[in-house]
């Protein structure tokens, strides 16, 4: 089949059909719905989803073209701006408009999709190569920084924005324009020639995923290339160190996820494509023993990853201070689209888990009410209050303590439009019996299993606010098929219609009628965590966290006279839920002062009578102007 | 008085006869003594004294050559090597040659200093400029770049390296061409020109050093306006904020010493000399408190500063995480530098328990036994086995765990040997009525007051290891006299001759007679002390320190069985004194593993029975293989 062929082939108008989706390995445990066979209903991520397109599209493209980062694919090489990266911005806004499109089929969207591609593929050389930043005269040659320039990465975005265009618009001149960039990649980097790799991993799960569109196995030769290639020190040793990059160990060798987080992320969802499309099981147990390591080892309570600022790295094991937690919106991107793999590929609830803290304590944290402003990195401890950025600033990276529209290196707004138009797509899967729900949310689900069997499911729901989920069954064959529900792992006492289920995936298979409602209850009551004995920075601390939701304590919400940081939380008295917020109880320290801060080890400093203090979700903190903040709370000594 | 008459005048014989010595205030409480007013006698300070010259310099020069940065002076700018502040290391290393010259007459320094002098100041412009790498054909422009360029910084380097050498071997080539070098700078910088600052503090103290050397008050007046621009935003806002390089506030604002730590103790160094020269007793005040301020809530409890590794700066008061704690050598360099000229100022013993702090347990940790590897950052907390580097390595700023014999900015070597070579001057002072001792050592003290008494003292101690010190009068004038002594602020229930005394400075005014030994006893007693509770990376935990020393836990002093982060310390069991080391109890306790590491909130992990385990001083870390460390001890829960 050539690659026409695919593109217009049954399997493809399919997926159109269907609203298109990320990732759709051709093996595994569990199938990919489309966006459209998963509509999210008014709640909390509906919401999310609405303010991307009607709020964060706008801005976006808004400052792409007042950056310029927009301009310089008809810009001349002296006046290109931004970063060495900055296309990607381009072209995971091009990718986000493409599920919005798939999802929604708004002409609008497709309008404003076609301006931008026509624009970008402009820019693209008679070889198939496009990046701004390199090969033009006063430019950096082409392929002269593999460390920093960023210009596989770079490709990796523009394939994965022609890819998301194949699923949800179907063939055009987007697909083709990369098409004939991944070929000119293939030509340049494929055995023979250019034995090397990216600074930052992206091109892997991309090549996979167009090999996937287009059925050319050159595509997935060329990921896999690049995946064995990696870990054999071809990069330059650098400052940060080649973990920075990955390139210290082989995929297959690494025991845990390391180095810079947004690039391990990506790495290894490329992995996992790679392997899933080879049948490569020892690469498929690698990443998902990496994966288990740093989930256990190096990941924050919110689900966030990337511990220090400096190289935006995962740090040692256990090394997860929430002081100047950096843990990146991106990462958290990038950590859902690796779960989301290894959930297909291997049908492990516990993926979902992870893929449902970090949407409710990193994606859903990011972004302001208004989808126009962003946190670039997700501390979990606020020391000092920030100030606001101004709405016209453009401000570098992660300096910000506050939400900002824009940064030099604006990666997570792009990002978070991608993740939030294609939302749906993690809600549920298929397999060759039935549907698995893994997210709960108000949705209505209408799906065919592969045998043809139509299934129509509405999740009624508040969740997170309550725990009782209704899964109202709207379609149903006459033959028995298999529902499958998540039940968290931190749902102790979960019941299903009533009866006792225990945490992991539970299979309800029988005939259904049309008309019935399943009832799931998952217990969200509040409850005190705290941490492996040697994440020592947390040591003596408590978290509240309720269903999968962390909660804080923010400065607004406490007595003016008492500072945060003198407060201690008495665990003995229950936590009392309340509507929209949990009363936790706290008593005052007075910290004595002295001009050294080290003392001779002496008992613990008097506590006052206990207060009720509001605890509220972690991802609505810094919502009411500048406030200091904290997730881990000190414990008072008596417990 | 002309430049030339200072430089040849009686006060300028004098400081070259005692030696010379780092920072001589006009005026302030206390003055200090030269090199060789006071010879260390073997022991603690003398050996890496000893080492300094024997190793060190040796190891220095042979990378300065190796490096490039020394060929740089008479490379063509093509070839130029080294980032843009490598000729400071040659400046450095300069100033410690000299202060080396001063206490030993050493003519093979000299030789050394002189062959280094010829090629560097063959490099200098006619107009006095001088820097290898800008103005040149094919370099940036002169201050083009004053936020990264460090012109300035170099300039102040050079002076500094000119000022040691007017002051120990007279008059020479360097100090004519730092003149002129100095004479360009206020040209370009002074009124009606530049109206800005350098990104990195240090033309500032040295302007005013070189001022206190010629009697130029140009100088002084130029290091003025500096102090007065600095804070005023005239450097552009860089990712790091301008708070990076203190050109956030201005210095009679700021609360607190902030921002890149070396920067900010360089900086108000050159405050405290600014304010000094010119009677401003408000400026004066502004930095006492803000270093107040930095020791009460920005200071590990090895005197280090600097919490972050991203700008090697100082975080939010009480964020001192020991993990990654940056801790800077130069940091170290810099705040025993600040601490001192605070001292001469202001008198207050306080400054001199921070300088033996930090000399202890900073200056002390970098370098390795033989004087040719050096610690960048100091951590408090090594989690992970590091690797040695090898002998023939320039490693990356503070990459490497362990010592290093080079790095690419290789500021640490050069500073450490400027500071060994003069570290007799921060032993004693005197002023109108006697002689006050401020650190302990076995030294010989050989002075003249103001007034023409002579007067001799021995210091003989084993100190840190002993608290006992004899002061031994060798010679005395006919007069009463007072000795001061400096009672460390740790040293609860310390006696002066059998009797009683109190922290702070202790005055004996009386006669005394050559041959009559005072006896200080300090108690050295090992001692468990806790942080603020503000601090929360080290809640729940101890630290063991003895006398100035702090103790740390290392992993090759435990069972092979039982990990390092398994153990707690258990306070209730008194630490025991042994030759070296402390014993302490420990409890080894077994941590659960969890997939997911936060869990419900729990009883206290089972502890085993206690074993006792050697603990030794923090700056004998990581000297006997590769090893994890801990400051900072958690305890165990029954307290």
């Known amino acids: 089949m050539t690659i026409e062929e695919a593109l217009t082939s049954a399997a493809s108008r399919t997926w159109i059909e269907r609203g298109g989706t990320p990732a759709t390995?051709?093996?595994?445990?569990?199938?990919?719905?489309?966006l459209r066979e998963v509509?999210?209903?008014d709640g909390f991520w509906h919401q999310r989803q609405q303010t991307n397109r009607a709020r964060s599209f706008a801005h976006i493209e808004h400052w792409l073209e007042r950056a310029g980062w927009l301009g310089n694919f008809s810009a001349p090489p002296q006046?290109?701006?931004?970063?060495?990266?900055?296309?990607?911005?381009?072209?995971?806004?091009?990718?986000a408009m493409a599920w919005e499109y798939g999802r929604t089929r708004d002409p609008g969207v497709e309008r404003r999709h076609r301006a931008i591609v026509a624009r970008v593929i402009a820019a693209q050389q008679p070889d198939g190569y496009l990046n701004t930043n390199f090969g033009r005269p006063g430019q950096q040659p082409r392929y002269s920084d593999l460390e920093w320039g960023h210009e596989l990465y770079s490709f990796g975005h523009l394939i994965q924005a022609g890819v998301a265009a194949a699923r949800t618009f179907g063939e055009n001149e987007l697909v083709a324009a990369v098409i004939r960039a991944a070929d000119h990649v293939c030509d340049v980097f494929g055995p023979g020639g250019i034995a090397s790799v990216c600074g930052h991993a992206e091109i892997e799960p991309a090549l996979v995923e167009l090999y996937r569109v287009t059925g050319n196995r050159r595509y997935l030769e060329q990921a896999r290339l690049f995946i064995d290639r990696r870990g054999h020190r071809t990069l330059a040793d650098i400052e940060f160190g080649r973990s920075y990059f990955q390139d210290d160990v082989p995929l297959r060798e690494a025991t845990s996820l390391r180095g810079h987080a947004v690039r391990a992320v990506y790495l290894a969802s490329g992995a996992v494509d790679v392997a899933v499309e080879t049948g490569d099981t020892e690469l498929l147990a690698a990443v998902a023993r990496q994966w288990r390591?740093?989930?256990?080892?190096?990941?924050?309570?919110?689900?966030?990853?990337?511990?220090?600022?400096?190289?935006?790295?995962?740090?040692?094991d256990f090394f997860l201070p929430p002081d100047r937690a950096y843990s990146e919106t991106c990462a958290g991107v990038g950590s859902v689209m690796l779960a989301w793999r290894l959930l297909l590929a291997q049908g492990n609830p516990r993926y979902a888990d992870l893929i449902e803290r970090v949407l409710f304590n990193v994606i859903a944290t990011s972004p302001a009410d208004d989808g126009t402003r962003f946190f670039y990195a997700n501390t979990l401890h606020q020391r000092v209050l920030g100030t606001e950025p101004s709405a016209d600033t453009q401000v570098p990276r992660a300096a910000s303590t506050l939400r900002a529209p824009w940064f030099e290196v604006s990666c997570c707004p792009t990002n978070l439009a991608r993740t939030f138009a294609s939302l749906a797509a993690y809600v549920a899967t298929t397999d060759d019996d039935g549907v698995q729900i893994h997210q709960y949310t108000a949705a209505g689900i209408d799906t065919t299993l592969p045998d043809g069997r139509a299934i129509g499911l509405e999740i009624e729901t508040d969740y997170p606010v309550s725990g009782r989920i209704g899964i109202r069954i709207t379609r149903s064959p006459d033959t028995p098929w298999t529902l499958s529900l998540r039940v968290p792992d931190w749902a102790t006492g979960a019941t299903l219609d009533g009866l006792a289920i225990t945490r992991g995936l539970v299979r309800t298979r029988r005939h259904f009628t049309a008309g019935e409602t399943l009832v799931l209850d998952l217990p969200v009551r509040p409850r005190f965590v705290s941490a492996d004995e040697r994440i020592d920075a947390v040591r003596g601390q408590a978290a509240l966290v309720r269903g999968p939701v962390v909660y804080c304590l923010e400065s607004v919400d406490i007595p003016r006279d008492v500072p945060l940081e003198d407060l201690r939380l008495d665990p003995r008295i229950e936590p009392a839920d309340r509507d929209g917020h949990v009363l936790a109880a706290f008593r005052a320290t007075k910290p004595t002062s002295h001009d050294w801060p080290y003392q001779p080890l002496s008992a613990s400093p008097e506590v006052g009578s206990p207060m009720r203090i509001a605890l509220r979700p972690y991802h609505r903190w810094a919502r009411r102007g500048p406030s200091t903040m904290r997730v881990w709370m000190p414990l008072t000594f008596e417990r």
């Open 25 to 34: 390995p051709g093996t595994g445990r569990l199938r990919p719905l489309g």
């Open 39 to 41: 509509t999210l209903r």
């Open 79 to 95: 006046e290109r701006r931004g970063r060495e990266f900055s296309d990607t911005e381009v072209y995971k806004f091009l990718e």
């Open 293 to 316: 390591h740093a989930v256990a080892r190096r990941t924050y309570l919110t689900g966030g990853i990337g511990s220090r600022h400096q190289d935006e790295a995962f740090g040692d």
